[in-house]
């Protein structure tokens, strides 16, 4: 029986790949950093990959939900110094969006994702407050 781990600090993720008899692959992952240590999430994709990027975009976004919750943070309180200053703070904005797209090519599927505002406003968006001096790399947008 795996053991729990009370701060979460230190364990494993593991990452299993199986082939499905109708072509698609399931991949299984596994986190001893979980509140559920015995859990086993499945997730299906047309490639080994895909599945592997289904099941890995599904747990960054539990554990951005779970460090943007951590914080407790009054999503209106304004901190102000001695001199009533607004106190400007860091944050890292995490935007997630996926959709489905029935498109002649993988251009047109990009080019009418990106039309408008509706990515913005269907996307998940995590905002976590970070430390002015933490070094974060961002990742750049596709070069197409």
Not at 14 to 41: H, K, W
Not at 106 to 126: P, Q
Not at 134 to 144: G, T
Request: negative net charge.
């Amino acid at each position: 029986m795996t053991q729990i781990n009370p701060d979460r600090t230190t364990g494993t993720i593991a990452i299993d790949v199986f082939p499905e008899s109708n072509g698609e692959y399931l991949c299984q992952i596994s986190s001893s950093l979980s509140d559920r240590p015995d859990d086993t999430m499945n997730f299906c994709g047309q490639t080994k990959e895909h599945a592997i990027a289904i099941a890995l975009e599904y747990l960054a976004g539990e554990y951005r939900e779970k460090a943007e919750n951590s914080q407790n943070t009054d999503w209106l309180a304004v901190e102000r110094s001695d001199s009533g200053e607004a106190i400007e703070k860091r944050y890292h904005v995490i935007l997630h969006y996926e959709r489905i797209a029935e498109d002649e090519s993988k251009f047109e599927a990009m080019h009418n994702t990106i039309l408008g505002n509706t990515v913005v406003e269907n996307a998940r968006i995590s905002i976590i407050e970070i430390s002015p001096d933490i070094e974060i790399e961002l990742l750049e947008r596709s070069k197409y």
